[in-house]
């Protein structure tokens, strides 16, 4: 008993030393490193006669700080063994090829297997070197959350001047914003002019027309001009810059390819009515509207994140009242149209996608991150009111 206590002292104690060492390299800083990753079988081919099947069991090696996340690619054949391990099976005289991946904050690597049918044969290593993903995955390239200041603007007639209409920060931090991003990721230099008092004139709709009444802080366009009566995120471009942004390879809305229909159909267990890609990067990946087939009265429109297969929604639900759903007077439709990116980064916590969904009263604008396999969104939303009442 005497030493089962202390076999379970010794263990607490080695847990809190390698915890606090964690801990504390966490806070000063350990250099981020690309991952790399490698398979290799370690038992097999084993020949099952009742299935004719070869049978391989193999693991994933992985090296990158912070420690790389392993994920295989799915299928019928492929049995999870652990974190690291699959088994997978193969048709005699067939071939497989398994593919895993290994993911962190600064990167994401790549490593394919071919295994063949023959039992008696040596599988194949057919390997692709490890590639770190080029659209701003490197902690480098990262922006810091903590960094970001929440400022929107709208644009003037003319698009050469913006004002604020929202804005968490204070004056002195305003003074030094010096970008305008919007329009899925352009980005424009500005500079700070002055702050404007608000008059008698003001009837509060956030407009172009409305501009010369409304209180804000005023910045104009130094080269080309923006889009007159836009909603634009400002920055300072120490923190975020065009450098930053991911780069859209989109030429419009597009409908949903087939393939993809089908499986988020197999994920949400609900038939797909109408989908559309509305942006494309070039890295792959993907943001898709997807409206469900109504259940009654009960609606149901989903924003996904489409990476390779992979797929991660924010659902949003609605009850149709005979006029309105989602938004007021929508008709219980949805227009992807009226769906807009202002832009998507890599963040240190995630990929942060900033939205706009616009209706006929105003736009709402918020933001999705990527976290953990999952994508929410944030608590802040800004609201910008234009209609005519």
């Known amino acids: 008993m005497r030493k089962n206590k202390l076999n379970i002292l ?166 030094y914003i010096n970008g305008a991003i919007g329009e899925d990721g352009q980005f424009y230099e500005i500079e700070y002019i002055k702050k404007q008092d608000g008059n008698d004139q003001d009837n509060g709709r956030v407009i172009s027309d409305n501009f010369k009444n409304m209180e804000g802080y005023v910045y104009g366009a130094l080269g080309k001009k923006l889009v007159p009566n836009n909603t634009y995120y400002l920055c300072n471009s120490e923190v975020i810059n065009k450098e930053n942004l991911f780069t859209t390879v989109s030429s419009g809305i597009e409908v949903l390819d087939e393939e993809t229909k089908i499986q988020i159909e197999d994920i949400k267990k609900r038939s797909v009515q109408e989908s559309w890609i509305i942006d494309k990067y070039s890295d792959g990946t993907q943001v898709l509207i997807v409206v469900f087939e109504p259940e009654g009265d009960n609606m149901l429109m989903s924003i996904v994140l489409k990476e390779d297969s992979d797929l991660k929604f924010i659902d949003y639900p609605a009850t149709y009242d005979g006029y309105s759903a989602w938004r007021v007077d929508d008709g219980g439709k949805i227009d992807p149209e009226l769906f807009s990116i202002l832009f998507t980064t890599q963040t240190i916590e995630g990929l942060l996608i900033v939205m706009g969904w616009a209706g006929a009263e105003g736009e709402n604008t918020f933001f999705l991150l990527e976290k953990a396999g999952t994508l929410s969104k944030l608590p802040l939303e800004i609201y910008r009111y234009w209609s005519a009442g």
């Not at 929107?152 to 003074?175: C, K, P, R, V, W």
């Open 10 to 175: 010794v263990a607490t104690l080695t847990f809190i030393i390698l915890f606090s060492t964690a801990a504390i390299c966490t806070q000063i800083g350990v250099q981020s490193e690309a991952p790399t990753i490698k398979l290799e079988i370690y038992d097999g081919p084993d020949y099952l006669e009742s299935d004719n099947m070869c049978y391989y069991k193999l693991e994933a090696t992985v090296t990158g700080i912070p420690d790389p996340e392993v994920e295989f690619v799915a299928g019928d054949n492929v049995k999870p063994l652990g974190s690291s391990r699959v088994e997978v099976g193969v048709d005699t005289g067939g071939s497989y090829s398994l593919t895993a991946t290994a993911t962190n904050s600064a990167g994401t690597a790549t490593f394919s297997i071919t295994l063949v049918g023959g039992c008696d044969e040596i599988a194949k290593a057919e390997t692709s070197e490890a590639v770190v993903e080029n659209e701003t995955t490197s902690e480098e390239e990262a922006i810091d959350n903590a960094k970001l200041v929440t400022v929107f603007a709208i644009t003037n007639e003319s698009g050469d001047q913006l004002i604020t209409f929202y804005s968490d920060t204070d004056e002195a931090t305003l003074e």
